[in-house]
C-alpha cells in the first residue's frame, strides 16, 4: 500500500510539505514507481491545479512542474525544441503520467526535458510558505543527483525564454529507441544579429555527472562572423575535446566522447560554421 497525502491546490501542498518534510512530492510517480521506498510517505501533487499550467509573459514562456510531456506536446506556447526532446522520452504511456518537475527532481543528467533547460539558459520558480525564488537550472543541478531544493520547497514552474530557441538543433543517441533513457544527447541553440553571432550554446546530456555546457568556450565565438568562426572551428573543437571528461555509461567514456564531438561538429556545421 502506498501512503501519502492528496493535495488539491498549492497552497495546501506548501502548507503538507512545511509540515511534513519527510514526505516525498509525487508527481506522474514514473521515476518514484520503480523505487523500492518501503515506509515512505508521498505528497501526490497530480490533483494541484496551479502547477498544471502553461502561461507565457512578456519575457518567458512558464510550464507548470505538474504539466506532462504528452500535455506540452499539445500547447502551442512551448517551443519547438523541447517539443523534439519530449517527443523522444520513452513511450506514450511514461509520456502521459511524467511531468517536467519530475524531470527535474532527480537531479539526473540524462532528463530530456532539462537538457534543453541548460540550453535555453532556462530558470526555475522554486515555492515554498516563505515566499518564491527564482535560479537558473545550472544553479539548481548541483552535482550527481543533487539539487538545489529545500525540504519546504516545490519546483513550481520552468521559465524557457521566449525568443532565440528557433535556430536550433537536437538529437538523441539512444540504444533502445522508445523506451531508452538518454545514452548520449546534445542541444544547440544559435543566434546571429547584423551578420555576428549573438548566442551559441551547446549541451551534452547523459554523459557525466551532470548536464555539461562550457560557457567559456562558447563565448569565444560571440561577436564573430560566420566566416570568422568558421577559420577558429579546428581550434574550437580541439578545445572542447580537451576540456571533456565524461564518465562511462553502459558503453565507453571513449565512444560516448566521439558522439559528443560528431554531434558539436553537425550542429556548427549546420549554422554555417
Ligand atoms: C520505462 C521508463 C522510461 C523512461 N524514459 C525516459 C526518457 O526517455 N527520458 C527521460 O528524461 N526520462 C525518462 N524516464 C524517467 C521519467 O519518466 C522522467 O524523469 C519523468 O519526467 C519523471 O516525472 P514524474 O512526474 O513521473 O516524476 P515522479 O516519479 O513523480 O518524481 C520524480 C522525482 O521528482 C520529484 N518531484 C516531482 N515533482 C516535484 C515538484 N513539483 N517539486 C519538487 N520535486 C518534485 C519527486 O520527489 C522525485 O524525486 C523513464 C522512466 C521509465 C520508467
Given amino acids: 500500500m502506498v501512503n501519502g497525502y492528496t ?48 502561461t ?4 518567458f514562456v512558464r510550464i507548470g512542474a505538474g504539466v506532462t510531456f504528452t500535455e ?20 506514450p504511456a511514461i509520456r502521459n ?10 537531479g539526473s543528467a540524462k532528463a530530456d526535458s532539462v537538457l534543453i533547460e541548460f540550453a535555453a539558459d532556462a530558470k526555475l520558480q522554486l515555492v515554498s510558505l516563505k515566499g518564491k525564488r527564482v535560479v537558473s537550472v545550472d544553479q539548481f543541478y548541483l552535482g550527481r543527483k543533487k539539487i538545489d531544493l529545500a525540504a519546504d520547497e516545490l519546483i513550481a514552474e520552468i521559465l524557457l525564454p521566449k525568443t532565440g530557441l528557433d535556430r536550433y538543433y537536437y538529437e538523441k543517441v539512444g540504444g533502445r529507441n522508445a ?4 545514452r548520449v544527447s546534445f542541444a544547440g ?38 566566416d570568422e568562426a568558421k577559420s577558429m572551428k579546428k581550434d574550437y573543437l580541439s578545445a572542447y575535446a580537451e576540456r571533456m571528461k565524461l564518465t562511462r555509461g553502459r558503453v565507453s567514456a571513449e565512444y560516448r566522447k566521439d558522439v559528443c564531438m560528431n554531434l558539436l561538429n553537425e550542429f556548427l556545421t549546420n549554422q554555417g560554421i
Avoid at 501542498?13 to 520503480?34: F, H, Q, S
Avoid at 523506451?179 to 538518454?182: E, G, H, N, T, Y
Avoid at 549573438?198 to 555539461?212: E, H, Q
Fill in 97 to 106: 503520467a511524467g511531468t517536467f518537475g519530475g524531470n527535474l527532481g532527480n
Fill in 189 to 226: 541553440v544559435f543566434a546571429e544579429k547584423g551578420g555576428k553571432i549573438t548566442n551559441i550554446a551547446a549541451a551534452f546530456g547523459a554523459v557525466a555527472d551532470t548536464v555539461l555546457r562550457f560557457k567559456k568556450l562558447e563565448a569565444t565565438l560571440l561577436g564573430r562572423t560566420i
Fill in 7 to 54: 493535495a488539491t491546490s498549492l497552497q495546501e501542498a506548501l502548507e503538507l510539505r512545511a509540515k511534513y518534510p519527510e514526505v516525498v512530492p509525487y508527481a506522474g510517480g514514473t521515476d518514484l514507481m520503480v523505487e523500492d521506498r518501503p515506509g515512505v510517505t508521498y505528497l501526490f501533487l497530480n490533483k494541484v491545479p496551479e502547477l498544471k499550467v502553461i
Fill in 72 to 91: 506540452a506536446l499539445a500547447d502551442e506556447l512551448v517551443p519547438q525544441l523541447m517539443k523534439d526532446a519530449v517527443s523522444h522520452i520513452a513511450a
Fill in 56 to 59: 507565457a509573459d512578456d519575457e
Fill in 179 to 182: 523506451l531508452a533513457i538518454s
